[in-house]
């Protein structure tokens, strides 16, 4: 074996970035220690417009994080207390949260067992008269489809309001995230596709209303210095060192996202033939759009072993695996007052059971995938083995059992 074989291999690894930075983001440090401009410095507004246009929209409002982006973004497109909002139901629990902080009722749908993004048939179902806003999570990092979004939005005159935190720079039919709807909201947590050195998030919309009150709304409700016209204001400003990070990386960032569709493509060609054993990554249906976030797998029932065995089997090995999310939304305890239970939303229930995320980040390497996908080979080879040649317990075939 050689050493490189041996080291563990993380879910994530960020040092392989900040590594080749790091003089770069010192330098930042010591630019905002010589100007003093801590919060909502000369490097936020370079950083507002920068992503804005990455994004082929107009506005960009820094904000605390992207759980704010999504609460501030939402009130600021007009969506209030009695307003309904769809969303998914197997999102991270910050969508559902943003929802609650504006104001507005969750709807939740369930989604595509294949895609698991959200399933536009039942929204549609969903909509009722109080139905203001759809809000699309664009889940691991793919976009739900943008046409069938503007369709459905036209014909029921609904907001969109896109869940990008996951998606950055992600393109589907044309369409770049963040560009679809009123509005999205985008996190820069460290391990984002696009992540600060700390929690930070961004409010992106094509109207200048929206981020005007974004903007108020995100500094105490204020228009200007003391003066306060918005009682839901509250304080979530970007920091001056934060932007003038991401500032940095920006560049890097589609060269970052080929990166993380080159290692999928990987992964998908390595597992190809392990779909008759139950190993299915979450489909693709946006080619080199999707920006991966996350790399995702179903571990099913035809599967020799269940997602939680196999997970703890890869752990010995030293690989690191994720799931996101083991509990849908509308069956968290913080939200059990929705009146939601079991059953409810099946194939995000089943979900949540079912997958699996691989290590994936830019510098990981083909080695590195290989030896991931070979060991999840030898786990299910040494599984169905021990299937075969384990004694069939008396019990199961005792007629008393029926
Ligand atoms: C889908 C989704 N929405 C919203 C958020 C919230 O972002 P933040 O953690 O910056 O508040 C996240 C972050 O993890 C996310 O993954």
């Known amino acids: 074996m050689t050493p490189s074989s041996s080291l563990p291999i993380p879910f994530v690894d960020l040092s392989w970035q900040h590594r080749p930075l790091q003089a770069k983001i010192l330098a930042v440090v010591e630019a905002t220690l010589a100007q003093g401009d801590y919060v909502l410095g000369q490097a936020v507004t370079e950083f507002e417009a920068a992503f804005a246009q990455a994004c082929q929209t107009a506005h960009g409002v820094g904000v605390g994080c992207g759980t704010d982006a999504i609460a501030l973004g939402l009130r600021a497109c007009g969506i209030c207390a009695g307003d309904e909002v769809i969303l998914p139901a197997n999102t991270f629990i910050a ?7 504006a104001g507005a009722t969750p709807v939740f749908v369930d989604c595509c067992p294949h895609t698991a993004l ?10 009722t008269r109080k139905t203001r806003a759809i809000l699309p999570v664009h889940l ?32 589907r039919e044309g369409y770049r995230a963040g560009s679809v709807g009123l509005a999205a909201a985008y996190s820069f947590y460290p391990s984002k596709n696009l992540g600060a050195l700390g929690d930070s998030g961004m409010l ?26 918005d009682p839901g204001g509250t304080n979530s400003r970007l920091d001056t060192v934060q932007a003038g990070i991401l500032n940095l990386k920006l560049p890097h960032l589609l060269g970052w996202n080929q990166d993380r569709n080159r290692l999928a493509a990987h992964y998908d060609q390595s597992l190809a033939d392990l779909a008759t054993k139950g190993i299915q990554p979450i489909q693709n249906v946006s080619g080199e759009g999707h920006v991966y976030h996350l790399y995702v797998v179903k571990v099913t029932n035809d599967c020799p072993i269940d997602r939680t065995r196999l997970q703890l089997e890869l752990n010995s090995l030293d690989i690191q695996t994720g799931i996101h999310y083991p509990t849908p939304c509308h069956l968290q305890p913080a939200f059990q007052s929705l009146g939601h239970r079991a059953g409810d939303f099946p194939h995000a229930e089943a979900l949540s059971q079912e997958i699996l995320s691989l290590p994936m980040y830019p510098g990981l390497t083909f080695t590195q995938v290989d030896r991931v996908v070979s060991a999840i080979k030898s786990i299910l080879t040494a599984a169905e083995s021990s299937t075969a040649t384990s004694p069939v317990a008396p019990s199961s075939l005792s007629p008393s059992s029926c």
Do not use: W
């Open 95 to 101: 969508t559902l949260i943003g929802v609650v902080r």
């Open 118 to 127: 959200i399933d536009l048939v039942a929204a549609e179902c969903a909509i």
């Open 140 to 171: 691991y990092g793919q976009m739900v489809s943008p046409t069938a979004l503007l369709d459905l939005a036209k014909r029921y005159d609904l907001i969109i309001f896109e869940d990008a935190a996951q998606a950055h720079l992600a393109e």
């Open 204 to 229: 992106v919309t094509r109207e200048e209303l929206v981020a005007q009150t974004v903007r108020s709304l995100r500094n105490y409700g204020a228009t200007r210095k003391y003066f306060h016209t």
